[in-house]
């Protein structure tokens, strides 16, 4: 039992720990309220039995005591005969109410209720202090509740008398009773779900200006997070702010000594580069060739610590839409010769979280290359992953150019691989293209295209918030 407790606690406070803070609020609130109203409900209803049983024991010590001065009319030893009471109730058979007077001493039946009808009571014994209350079934099967006192009117007369009745009326007005207080009880509930509910949001309200607040900020929609705030949560957007700035600050100086570091080694190199040029030597060659090679290396690493720094930067969005348009018409102007169709097609309004910049050499890498290499056609495509990929977009560039094997499409991606030294370019491209998805957590993969060619798709982390119901673009 103790580690079922222990278990069924433990879900629970799993369940709430996926739950959000106005949830888990109401939630509590309403589990509380709901036992508190059950608590006042049986409390409410206990009362009222228990007085409706104290106005029902005072109704037959009234007839008790109407029995006893009755009989006190009579002599010592023969007591008179008492009447109806005033109750109609105790002439009728099998009424539900009864009365009987018995000798105390043998338990002999001396006067009875007409409405007892020649049956007769079982009565419980008395106990010495010479009264009892208590419940007994009648002799058609109900129940009775009983009023049972020793009366002496002389040393030698001592009477028993006992008074009965159904409380089957009792029990029907307690049940009647229940079920109003259950009603109104389960109004006022709901009213205090409801007012609960409306408390939650009112006072979550300025947590909802907050998130929206902060999400403009990582949007890039606004410079800081808004400071008109309760006292409680005013603490926290400025710690917000002084975060934002602190960020702007850190990749502002990571800017300015990448800047600095690449004129510091730019110009030796290129004085190097100047200088082996005038020789003709192998020596000279040879320098050329790593000089060459060093500030290749140098622009790659400076380009990745760029972009490395530009990826922290909070707020900075770019929706994808437009720069695939613009991409796609300087890349069909730049292969007119060759008369390759570029088509774009998929959603509007999707965001990539980071730099524009950096999406325009991602992506204009995939487009020109797949220029260099198709035949007739290159088809560019943009939707969000839905699923497991969640949160992301997915830009895909197919060409119906050879294609790749699968060991071709691996080399492809090393840095400065070209699979064919006719084809104009550096072999960075893709490999530009891996780096850059990798420092944003996206993903780049080349595959085989339905019409035969290459299909690259870059799969990018995405601004969420976007319109899924959004006009789909078609531009050729």
């Given at each position: 039992?103790?580690?079922?407790?222990?278990?069924?606690?433990?879900?629970?406070?799993?369940?709430?720990?996926?739950?959000?803070?106005?949830?888990?609020?109401?939630?509590?609130?309403?589990?509380?309220?709901?036992?508190?109203?059950?608590?006042?409900?049986?409390?409410?209803?206990?009362?009222?039995?228990?007085?409706?049983?104290?106005?029902?024991?005072?109704?037959?010590?009234?007839?008790?005591?109407?029995?006893?001065?009755?009989?006190?009319?009579?002599?010592?030893?023969?007591?008179?005969?008492?009447?109806?009471?005033?109750?109609?109730?105790?002439?009728?058979?099998?009424?539900?109410?009864?009365?009987?007077?018995?000798?105390?001493?043998?338990?002999?039946?001396?006067?009875?209720?007409?409405?007892?009808?020649?049956?007769?009571?079982?009565?419980?014994?008395?106990?010495?202090?010479?009264?009892?209350?208590?419940?007994?079934?009648?002799?058609?099967?109900?129940?009775?509740r009983v009023l049972q006192?020793?009366?002496?009117?002389?040393?030698?007369?001592?009477?028993?008398?006992?008074?009965?009745?159904?409380?089957?009326?009792?029990?029907?007005?307690?049940?009647?009773?229940?079920?109003?207080?259950?009603?109104?009880?389960?109004?006022?509930?709901?009213?205090?779900?409801?007012?609960?509910?409306?408390?939650?949001?009112?006072?979550?309200?300025?947590?909802?200006?907050?998130?929206?607040?902060?999400?403009a900020v990582r949007r890039?929609?606004?410079?800081?997070?808004?400071?008109?705030?309760?006292?409680?949560?005013?603490?926290?957007?400025?710690?917000?702010?002084?975060?934002?700035?602190?960020?702007?600050?850190?990749?502002?100086?990571?800017?300015?000594?990448?800047?600095?570091?690449?004129?510091?080694?730019?110009?030796?190199?290129?004085?190097?580069?100047?200088?082996?040029?005038?020789?003709?030597?192998?020596?000279?060659?040879?320098?050329?060739?790593?000089?060459?090679?060093?500030?290749?290396?140098?622009?790659?690493?400076?380009?990745?610590?760029?972009?490395?720094?530009?990826?922290?930067?909070?707020?900075?969005?770019?929706?994808?839409?437009?720069?695939?348009?613009?991409?796609?018409?300087?890349?069909?102007?730049?292969?007119?010769?060759?008369?390759?169709?570029?088509?774009?097609?998929?959603?509007?309004?999707?965001?990539?979280?980071?730099?524009?910049?950096?999406?325009?050499?991602?992506?204009?890498?995939?487009?020109?290359?797949?220029?260099?290499?198709?035949?007739?056609?290159?088809?560019?495509?943009?939707?969000?992953?839905?699923?497991?990929?969640?949160?992301?977009?997915?830009?895909?560039?197919?060409?119906?150019?050879?294609?790749?094997?699968?060991?071709?499409?691996?080399?492809?991606?090393?840095?400065?691989?070209?699979?064919?030294?006719?084809?104009?370019?550096?072999?960075?491209?893709?490999?530009?293209?891996?780096?850059?998805?990798?420092?944003?957590?996206?993903?780049?993969?080349?595959?085989?295209?339905?019409?035969?060619?290459?299909?690259?798709?870059?799969?990018?982390?995405?601004?969420?918030?976007?319109?899924?119901?959004?006009?789909?673009?078609?531009?050729?």
């Amino acid at each position: 039992m103790a580690e079922q407790a222990v278990g069924n606690a433990g879900r629970l406070s799993g369940w709430m720990r996926n739950r959000s803070l106005a949830a888990r609020l109401i939630l509590v609130a309403a589990i509380w309220s709901a036992i508190a109203i059950f608590i006042a409900g049986f409390v409410l209803v206990a009362l009222y039995r228990e007085a409706s049983e104290r106005a029902f024991d005072a109704r037959l010590d009234v007839y008790v005591k109407a029995i006893v001065g009755e009989m006190a009319g009579g002599t010592p030893g023969a007591p008179a005969e008492p009447g109806n009471l005033g109750e109609p109730r105790f002439d009728l058979p099998a009424s539900g109410w009864y009365w009987v007077v018995l000798d105390a001493r043998s338990d002999e039946v001396l006067f009875s209720s007409l409405s007892l009808f020649g049956d007769r009571l079982k009565l419980p014994d008395l106990p010495v202090d010479g009264e009892l209350r208590s419940v007994i079934v009648s002799p058609r099967g109900a129940e009775l509740r009983v009023l049972q006192r020793r009366i002496i009117f002389a040393e030698a007369a001592a009477y028993r008398i006992a008074v009965a009745g159904e409380t089957q009326e009792l029990r029907e007005r307690e049940a009647t009773f229940a079920g109003q207080v259950a009603l109104t009880l389960l109004v006022l509930g709901i009213g205090l779900v409801g007012a609960i509910v409306l408390q939650v949001r009112i006072g979550l309200r300025p947590m909802a200006a907050l998130r929206a607040s902060l999400a403009a900020v990582r949007r890039g929609d606004a410079e800081t997070v808004e400071e008109d705030l309760p006292p409680d949560l005013r603490p926290l957007g400025q710690e917000l702010n002084a975060l934002v700035r602190s960020n702007r600050e850190v990749v502002e100086r990571a800017r300015t000594h990448v800047g600095n570091l690449a004129h510091a080694l730019k110009t030796p190199l290129s004085v190097i580069l100047n200088e082996v040029r005038a020789g003709h030597s192998p020596d000279a060659r040879k320098i050329g060739e790593q000089a060459a090679v060093m500030r290749a290396q140098v622009n790659h690493h400076l380009e990745r610590a760029r972009m490395a720094a530009q990826r922290r930067v909070i707020g900075v969005s770019t929706e994808v839409s437009p720069v695939l348009v613009r991409l796609v018409k300087v890349m069909a102007k730049i292969h007119g010769e060759r008369n390759v169709d570029v088509t774009l097609s998929g959603e509007t309004g999707l965001r990539f979280r980071g730099e524009e910049h950096d999406l325009e050499e991602m992506a204009g890498n995939l487009i020109d290359n797949a220029c260099k290499w198709a035949r007739s056609r290159v088809e560019v495509s943009l939707q969000r992953l839905d699923g497991p990929g969640a949160g992301r977009l997915a830009i895909r560039v197919t060409d119906d150019g050879p294609g790749l094997s699968p060991e071709e499409r691996a080399e492809a991606l090393k840095r400065g691989r070209r699979l064919d030294e006719t084809v104009p370019g550096t072999g960075l491209g893709l490999s530009i293209v891996v780096d850059l998805a990798a420092l944003y957590g996206g993903e780049f993969t080349l595959s085989p295209s339905a019409a035969g060619g290459l299909s690259a798709t870059l799969v990018l982390p995405m601004l969420e918030g976007g319109d899924a119901a959004t006009p789909r673009i078609s531009q050729t």
